[in-house]
């Protein structure tokens, strides 16, 4: 690492900084479709720690992290990479962000987003306006774009406003949601005030048949044990789903992705 | 009160008989003659017969066009349970103009207006998706103020029944939240009590020698 050039190029770019010229980090997270970002602390990305693995991944990536931390580089930059490291930038700082979100401050900065609904609210009806969290189903970077989950419903969605559709997932990453769940109370409390409320179809009044094409076929995906029987069910679920009896071996699997 | 409460009574006269059924004592008698004048001039509104006369007063002519968009949208909820209103939704279905399920596992699935009361100004309208069979606020904001009862609580239900080669194969994913690559304890017990119904939903299905394929409406993915 060289420090000493950090420290060098920090010190003069204070010197010549013009006021107009905003920081990089600043103005990234300002852009259109940006919203969801934090700003990271030039403090968490100085510290090499913070970093580690990520040379491997980004491109350029002295380069791209001189550009985040608007330091003035003491080497040559050829004109025809400027739009690579741009980019390089970009997926550098995504993949800080993603660390970032985890730690305590990152985790406040985050908050005082979701207090405002940035990240949109549920539109399922029976969540009634839950505040949603950004999410990635990967942890690597270019397999999919980022996602909303909702605490009430447990379940993910697509971002409403396409502006969000080209902001990989990763840079939100797949723990971030849960975590910042576990760690405000304050949400589980708000999910708990929240009817646990299923939609039935009806026809004239009347609920579809069970054996129809069109009777409730997904039940399953929104239940809660409603009665002791079923609570009893749910004691059994803690470690496996049970197997039926009339079934010799079933194997169910946690069908995700 | 003369009458009998419930109504059942024979009455010769339909408003007579309305008026006497519990809970519409505050009701006062319409003259006939003004409900046959009043409707006929919205209907000829509607059906461009006639246009709202330019001379009355700016209030009036907005209180007539207010109660021609009502009467309008009234009608709606009957119509498109009719053959030909259901061809129609039909086009509109596909062509998504409804929009799609916000749900991930939902695959931007096709979703239809639904009313979750056939009285008016109760509730507004959503949107339901038959892949996860869950009801959805509208996007936009300029829908999510229209009147449910304009589309009413029996359209989907309706529309499958007629158009059952439409309804879904079930997706059968279900997000099992992680954090730092583990499963999240409660959830994961939950997420496998479901799994459970489902599991013993698809059984009793499949005990009753209903197909539930993976190329079956209705069936699961
Ligand atoms: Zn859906």
């Known amino acids: 690492m060289t420090t000493n050039r950090i420290v060098e190029s920090d010190q003069m770019s204070q010197e010549s900084g013009s006021d107009e010229e905003q920081p990089w980090i600043q103005e990234y997270c300002m852009m259109f479709g940006h919203e969801y970002f934090v700003e990271v602390s030039n403090e968490f990305i100085e510290d090499d720690f913070n970093l580690t693995g990520l040379s491997s991944i980004v491109p350029f990536y002295r380069e791209a992290l001189d550009m985040i931390l608007d330091y003035q580089p003491d080497y040559q930059i ?21 660390r970032y979100i985890l730690t305590k401050p990152g985790l406040q900065a985050m908050a005082g987003k979701y207090e405002k609904a940035v990240f949109g609210t549920c539109l399922r009806v029976h969540c009634e306006g839950m505040y949603l969290l950004p999410i990635g189903r990967y942890d690597q970077v270019g397999i999919e774009t980022v996602r909303l989950y909702c605490p009430s419903c447990n379940d993910i969605y697509l971002p409403s406003s396409s502006k969000y559709l080209h902001i990989d997932g990763a840079f939100f990453g797949t723990s971030f949601a849960i975590l910042f769940v576990n760690m405000f109370n304050e949400i589980q409390r708000r999910v708990n005030l929240i009817p646990k409320q299923i939609f039935d179809l009806k026809l004239f009044g009347f609920k579809i048949n069970k054996i129809a094409p069109s009777g409730p076929r997904m039940k399953w995906l929104r239940q809660y ?7 009893e069910e749910l004691q059994r679920c803690k470690f496996e789903i049970p197997t039926l009896e009339t079934e010799s071996e079933t194997d169910v699997k946690m069908g995700s992705d | 009160m003369d009458k009998d409460d419930s109504g059942s009574d024979y009455t010769e006269y339909w408003i007579d008989w309305f008026l006497g059924m519990k809970g519409n004592e505050y009701f006062c ?7 046959r004048d009043r409707l006929t001039t919205l209907i000829d509104i509607i059906t461009d017969v006639s246009v709202i006369d330019d001379s009355l007063p700016e209030k009036k002519r907005r209180e007539i066009e207010d109660d021609c968009k ?24 596909t062509d998504s103009d409804f929009g799609y399920c916000p749900r991930e596992f939902c695959r931007l699935q096709p979703l239809l207006p639904v009313g979750l009361s056939d009285i008016p100004n109760l509730s507004t309208v959503k949107l339901y998706c038959p892949n996860c069979e869950d009801i959805y606020n509208p996007k936009s904001v300029r829908h999510s103020r229209l009147d449910g009862a304009f589309f009413g609580t029996s359209f989907p239900a309706m529309f499958f029944q007629t158009y059952p080669e439409l309804i879904p194969t079930h997706s059968l994913n279900i997000y ?22 489902r599991e013993k939903q698809m059984k009793e299905l499949e005990s009753q020698d209903i197909d539930i394929g993976t190329s079956t409406p209705g069936g699961y993915k």
């Open chain 2, 29 to 35: 008698d319409i003259d006939p003659e003004y409900i």
């Open chain 1, 225 to 231: 044990p409603t009665n002791s029987a079923e609570e």
């Open chain 2, 70 to 93: 009502f009467l309008y949208s009234l009608i709606h909820s009957r119509y498109i349970l009719t053959i030909k209103g259901l061809s129609q939704m039909y086009e509109k279905y």
């Open chain 1, 78 to 98: 050829k004109s025809e990479s400027l739009p690579i490291i741009h980019h390089s930038a970009e997926l550098l700082y995504g993949l800080i962000h993603a």
């Open chain 2, 176 to 197: 099992t939240p992680k954090m730092f690559g583990f499963h999240v304890h409660q959830s994961a017990q939950l997420t496998r009590w479901r799994l459970f119904q």
